[in-house]
């Protein structure tokens, strides 16, 4: 749902380990088009990086780089 076509929230997704996403259709082909874009290495650090911050403006700040 609303997660998964999140393009900011991709990375952190796959960087936590899920690999089944529940979209609608039309939003599959933005959404492998970005899978496709990404580092596997990068998806995790940036994940292990949000795991790490205690505060939202932190997240939002590192999530608003795009």
């Known amino acids: 749902g609303e997660m998964a076509s999140d393009a900011r929230l991709t990375p952190f997704l796959l960087g936590i380990g899920i690999r089944t ?4 259709a039309r939003g599959i082909p933005l959404l492998q088009r970005r899978i496709q874009g990404l580092r596997m290495t990068d998806a995790e650090a940036q994940a292990g990086a949000m795991l790490g911050m205690n505060r939202i403006r932190d ?3 590192l999530l608003g780089k795009e």
């Open 59 to 61: 997240i939002e700040a």
């Open 21 to 24: 996403f529940s979209l609608d």
